[in-house]
């Protein structure tokens, strides 16, 4: 073989092993074959979104190192493009899309896959208002439901994000009872004579009565306090996670902190004789302190 003939190879070679794995002439064989079978599956849903975003999404997926390396048409062999569509039209906020996920992997798929992990009928409630969090939330890189690939079943995505949020919440729960005595403890080193008086003379009370109230809270209010208070969803956020506008997710979370008030109020009362007088002094003083209390019970 001849010299210029070796070159000639190695040329062609070179033109293939860019960007990676691949020339700009394959890459846009597969962003075409790529945007052909999103729309070929196009009949089975009605969601709307940006299909060349999609393609580009996947063909950036594909490419990323660490992937199987395949450059031609074999890269898009097994891609689950239904799925796919689905969750990219989740993640652009298709509501028809955002209504599917709903019924077929949060609602159906939490309440069949979680049985081995032992959780109350509302902690069921409270992971599948996680997942949709977690999943469906953006929170300034693209929701997480983005990293599904297509290259495996989108159930076993979701219930993997399902079963890790179940086991944290059984571990948060076997650890609650201390925290509240120790939040306790630290708010009342700011001297306030009110809040010392509730640590040295009611405090067991009060911290029974305390975590009783947030117990009975409607599953929704014990969530939106949570979504805000602990894992820092805005306003906004909430609205977008419920579907709902902004000011409606105001008032759930004031009726949300009337009702752990009222309820903290009456169990407190109910075990112990303290004048109601004193009683509204004293958590007239606690409702500024209301977030602090809460981040070590929710």
Do not use: N
Request: glycine content about 8%; some cysteine; hydrophobic content about 40%.
């Amino acid at each position: 073989m001849g010299s210029s003939t070796i070159r000639a190879q190695d040329a062609a070679q070179g033109e293939e092993q860019v960007e990676g794995h691949t020339s700009p002439a394959v890459r846009e064989s597969l962003r075409q074959a790529l945007a052909r079978r999103i729309a070929e599956s196009r009949q089975q849903d009605a969601f709307r979104f940006d299909e060349a975003a999609l393609a580009e999404h996947v063909l950036t997926q594909l490419m990323a190192p660490g992937e199987s390396g395949l450059t031609g048409p074999e890269a898009l062999e097994g891609l689950r493009v239904p799925e796919l569509r689905l969750t990219f039209a989740c993640a652009q906020g298709d509501a028809r899309a955002v209504a599917v996920f709903e019924q077929r992997y949060v609602v159906a798929l939490v309440g069949e896959r979680l049985g081995r992990v032992r959780l109350a009928a509302h902690e069921v409630e409270e992971v599948r208002q996680k997942l949709r969090e977690d999943l469906l939330v953006d929170r300034g890189s693209g929701p997480r439901i983005l990293q599904y690939t297509g290259r495996g079943d989108l159930a076993g995505f979701v219930r993997v994000s399902a079963i890790r949020i179940a086991l944290k919440l059984v571990q948060k729960r076997e650890r609650a009872g201390t925290h509240a005595d120790d939040e306790l403890d630290r708010i009342t080193t700011e001297r306030d004579p009110e809040l010392a008086f509730v640590k040295d003379a009611y405090r067991p009370a009060f911290s029974a009565a305390f975590r009783e109230a947030v117990e009975h809270l409607e599953g929704r209010e014990r969530l939106l306090l949570r979504q805000q208070l602990v894992d820092g969803l805005s306003i906004d956020a909430l609205g977008t996670l419920y579907g709902v506008h902004r000011s409606t997710v105001a008032r759930w979370l004031v009726t949300a902190r009337e009702h752990l008030l009222q309820g903290t109020r009456e169990a407190f009362a109910a075990k112990l004789a303290v004048p109601a007088q004193e009683l509204e002094s004293l958590f007239g003083v606690l409702h500024s302190r209301l977030d602090l209390s809460l981040r070590s019970v929710l």
